[in-house]
């Protein structure tokens, strides 16, 4: 009974969280707002029992994407302009496009015969743990190696060339 | 009365639904990451949602750590390109990117 009012509590505050990174002209604000939602979508890992992921999706998504964000909003806008920092363009036929998105997954998700709801033991860190390192050894592996490759990258991208201040 | 799988995968269609919202409306091409990153959080959601109430195994939750690991990767060169972009045209809107066209 506690877990679904905390539930819900989060839900509510992510779905506001959102609509304020959907709405809001300015662009500071749509990164703080989703910071927020990367915060309440780790409760709601926290509640489904898999608190690894939790903890991944705080030390990832708030530790680092999200300053990321805020460093590239920095450098690239005028955040004085409020008006021009976050414009949006078609938001009719977007809104009807996504609603339609949203009522198509509701009408799968409320009315498809899932299997009986088994509510097992908690996903923990164990067992988690087991599978990555025996089965899912070579997508960790893999996924290492992306990582890497990607970060140097982005390095060699975003530097800037000789020359140019 | 416990939470139901309905609930949470509700939760991640609203997500959804809003990040294609976000993409298909914003003009400010860091404003359409943030938009991707919420779809990403989305398909973690449920991942995880099928894993904790319909199957009782970790597979999911495999899945979900490799996708976040993606999203990392996959922002990290993104803003690095929106920088690298600025530098050149002094704006990071999507519809002042027009040096390509004949």
Request: net charge neutral; aromatic share 10%.
């Amino acid at each position: 009974m506690f877990f679904k009012f905390l539930f819900y509590l989060i839900s509510a505050g992510i779905i506001g969280l959102t609509i304020v990174t959907a709405f809001s002209p300015n662009i500071i604000r749509s990164v703080f707002s989703l910071l927020g939602v990367m915060i309440g979508v780790a409760c709601l890992y926290g509640i489904m029992g898999s608190q690894y992921l939790a903890v991944i999706q705080i030390m990832i998504y708030v530790g680092g994407i999200m300053v990321l964000f805020i460093f590239a909003v920095m450098f690239t806008s005028k955040i004085q302009d409020v008006q021009v920092t976050n414009r949006s363009l078609g938001k009719v036929q977007a809104g009807i496009l996504s609603l339609a998105v949203f009522l198509m997954l509701a009408f799968v998700i409320l009315y498809y015969p899932f299997p009986q709801e088994t509510m097992g033991e908690h996903q923990s860190v164990e067992r988690l743990g087991k599978v990555i390192s025996t089965d899912y050894l070579p997508f960790l592996l893999g996924i290492g190696v992306i990582l890497l490759a990607s970060l140097v990258g982005a390095i060699t991208i975003a530097r800037p060339k000789k020359g140019e201040d | 009365m416990d939470i139901t799988v309905r609930e949470m995968l509700l939760v991640a269609a609203f997500l959804f639904s809003s990040g294609i919202f976000i993409i298909l409306t914003r003009q400010n091409a860091i404003a359409i990451l943030m938009g991707v990153e919420l779809l990403l959080n989305a398909v973690n959601i449920n991942f995880v949602a099928f894993d904790r109430f319909l199957f009782d195994r970790v597979d999911g939750n495999v899945a979900a750590l490799i996708n976040i690991m993606l999203a990392a990767a996959e922002v990290a060169v993104a803003l690095a390109i929106v920088i690298c972009i600025f530098r050149g045209i002094r704006t990071a809107e999507t519809d002042r990117l027009d040096s390509l066209r004949g």
